[in-house]
């Protein structure tokens, strides 16, 4: 798998003609995104406001995120050291990527390589975006929380405060803190709040300023959970407002948490399960919170190894059957249904009328966001049945939530180790 990875890489930099046949833009120059932290911290070490038109980026960003980026020009890092930085990146993730995906067999290397190898990884590493270096610090969150000694899931914490204070949305992993024996998970917890409020105070400020500047995902680049509204021709506020009643109506009338119902988990599973709760927990916190990007999918590669290991599981239910390999389809179409339908688009574009056509790509853009949205629905099911059996596992006794997510049931699937 991983000699697989290197040659497919190493081919996209000898032809990158490859991203245009996935509809990816790339401007003839890589690591563009870790250049502009660069930038930034150059410009900011020169005395100038990093938040304003940068004249040392290519592109002129402003910068958008946490001022703690700002520290590489204090530590020598410039510009010039922009190939290092950014290979750095890509290498970090790689090698997080390799550590969490360990295949047992051909079939599952290959469904790995699915995650890997697909175009949110292709753009996050081509752009050395800074999302690879969250990626691999909330990675060891529930690599941490799955380890059998005390203080080694109290380490925890820091990867989780160094992400948030990088980039402020990984704060939702602390959800995963809830998990484990009753009274180490409260003070966990807890102590774990009060670490992201003081954190949250002292970055209020920069914040603010960056707030405005943050550009607002949308089309082939967002996953934003407004999106299907404002294509419909919402305001911005409009699309708010539409997309929380979708949320509300959905969850009352789906109860997703049922999807979940007839699976279980041994401790076994435990670093899966808890990688999958990780994955979930940042894909729908920022989808609802209308601020997620395409490439943000390379959290997806926290959800492979969980459902190949359901996807093996033969003895089960048909409901069970039936929603395992649903999943398993939306999530490779989260990974890889827009190369496949702009693949589409372009072989049909030609053979119909423009108007014709304009309506058709509309229609796929609608299809996308229902598709998008079903894909959250999975997901938030899943947290919903995490957050409810840590609760209750808080409420009845020191026992672990993974313990209490082992209760059998006749129609249900129980995984073992």
């Avoid at 752009?127 to 270096?133: S, T």
């Avoid at 419909?232 to 929380?244: D, E, H």
């Amino acid at each position: 798998m991983v000699a697989v990875v290197i040659f497919y890489y190493l081919l996209l930099v000898l032809c990158p003609v490859m991203f245009d046949w996935m509809g990816l833009v790339h401007l003839g120059r890589w690591f563009l995104d870790s250049f502009a932290i660069l930038a930034s911290s150059d410009f900011a070490a020169l005395g100038h406001d990093p938040h304003q038109a940068n004249p040392l980026d290519p592109m002129r960003r402003p910068h958008v995120y946490s001022d703690w980026w700002l520290g590489f020009a204090a530590l020598g890092i410039t510009r010039a050291h922009n190939f290092w930085v950014g290979g750095a990146f890509v290498a970090a993730f790689f090698l997080l990527a390799f550590a969490i995906l360990r295949p047992r067999s051909g079939p599952e290397a290959g469904w790995y390589l699915l995650f890997l190898c697909a175009p949110p990884a292709m753009v996050a590493v081509e752009r050395a975006n800074n999302d690879l270096v969250i990626f691999c610090l909330l990675a060891w969150v529930p690599l941490l929380l799955a380890d059998g000694r005390r203080w080694v899931r109290w380490c925890s914490l820091v990867p989780l405060l160094l992400a948030t204070g990088l980039k402020f949305y990984p704060a939702v992993a602390g959800l995963l803190l809830l998990d484990g024996k009753r009274r180490e998970a409260c003070w966990r917890a807890g102590v774990g709040v009060v670490l992201l409020g003081l954190l949250f105070a002292g970055l209020y400020e920069n914040i603010r300023v960056i707030q405005p500047l943050v550009p607002a995902p949308g089309g082939a680049n967002g996953l934003g959970g407004r999106n299907i509204f404002l294509l419909a021709g919402q305001g911005s506020m409009s699309a708010g407002v539409c997309m929380l009643a979708v949320l509300v109506l959905g969850v009352w009338a789906c109860r997703p948490m049922r999807l979940w119902a007839g699976i279980s988990v041994k401790d076994g599973m435990r670093r899966d399960w808890l990688l999958f709760a990780l994955g979930s927990a940042v894909l729908c916190g920022c989808f609802f919170a209308g601020t997620s990007y395409y490439y943000r999918m390379i959290f997806g590669v926290m959800l492979a190894p969980l459902t190949w290991r359901l996807l093996q599981k033969n003895a089960m239910p048909r409901a069970s059957r039936t929603w395992v390999k649903s999943f398993a389809l939306l999530l490779v179409f989260m990974m890889w249904g827009d190369a496949f339908l702009y693949f589409g688009l372009v072989g049909l574009r030609g053979t119909i009328s423009m108007p014709v056509f304009g309506g058709v790509m509309r229609g796929v853009e609608y299809v996308r966001e229902a598709v998008t949205w079903a894909f959250m629905f999975y997901l938030a099911g899943f947290l919903m049945r995490f957050t409810r059996d840590a609760w209750r596992n808080l409420r009845r006794g020191d026992t672990g939530s993974m313990d209490a997510m082992v209760e059998a049931r006749p129609s249900g699937l129980v995984l073992r180790g």
